[in-house]
C-alpha cells in the first residue's frame, strides 16, 4: 500500500469512529455544529495519522514491518481504542482529546488492516 491509500483509509477510518462517537454522545451536550467541526476534524487528523506506522517503522526494505506494524501492537492498539471509548469527559478540552485519541487508534489500526491483505501481512511479534 502506498502513503496514499493509508492516508483515505485514515481518513474514513477516523471519520467513522468520530461519527459513531458523536452518534452515541452521553454527558456533556454539545450542539450540532461542534460535533460537525468534530467528525471534520477527525477526517483531516486521520488522513495524517494513516501513515503513522510508516513513520515509526519506514519502508526502506521488504522486511520492514516489525513491532510498530504487528497483530500484537494492533491488538493492543484496539484495547486502547476500546478504553477511551468508554472514556466520559466532562471538560470540552478533554472532548477534544477523546475525539484525536480515537481518530489516530482509528486510523493506525486501518493501515495495519490494509498491510495485513498484503502478501507481506504483519508479524505477530516482530522486534522491537
Known amino acids: 500500500?502506498?502513503?496514499?491509500?493509508h492516508a483515505v483509509g485514515g481518513a474514513i477510518a477516523a471519520t467513522l469512529a468520530a461519527y459513531l462517537d458523536e452518534c452515541e454522545a452521553t454527558?456533556?451536550?454539545?450542539?450540532?455544529?461542534?460535533a460537525w467541526a468534530r467528525v471534520c476534524a477527525a477526517?483531516?487528523?486521520?488522513?495524517?495519522?494513516?501513515?503513522?506506522?510508516?513513520?515509526l517503522?519506514?519502508?526502506?526494505h521488504?522486511?520492514?514491518r516489525q513491532f510498530f506494524h504487528s497483530v500484537t501492537c494492533g491488538l493492543l492498539l484496539a484495547v486502547g481504542?476500546?478504553?477511551?471509548?468508554?472514556?466520559?469527559?466532562?471538560e470540552r478540552?478533554?472532548?477534544?482529546?477523546?475525539i484525536a485519541a480515537l481518530a489516530a487508534g482509528s486510523a493506525y489500526l486501518i493501515h495495519l488492516i490494509m498491510d495485513a491483505t498484503?502478501?507481506?501481512s504483519l508479524p505477530v511479534l516482530g522486534r522491537l
Open 93 to 98: 478540552w478533554e472532548q477534544w482529546v477523546r
Open 57 to 60: 517503522e519506514p519502508a526502506c
Open 27 to 34: 454527558g456533556t451536550a454539545v450542539s450540532a455544529d461542534e
Open 118 to 120: 498484503t502478501p507481506k
Open 62 to 64: 521488504p522486511n520492514h
Open 81 to 90: 481504542i476500546r478504553r477511551v471509548s468508554t472514556w466520559n469527559p466532562e
Open 43 to 55: 477526517c483531516g487528523f486521520g488522513a495524517l495519522c494513516g501513515s503513522l506506522p510508516d513513520l
Open 1 to 5: 500500500m502506498n502513503r496514499r491509500a
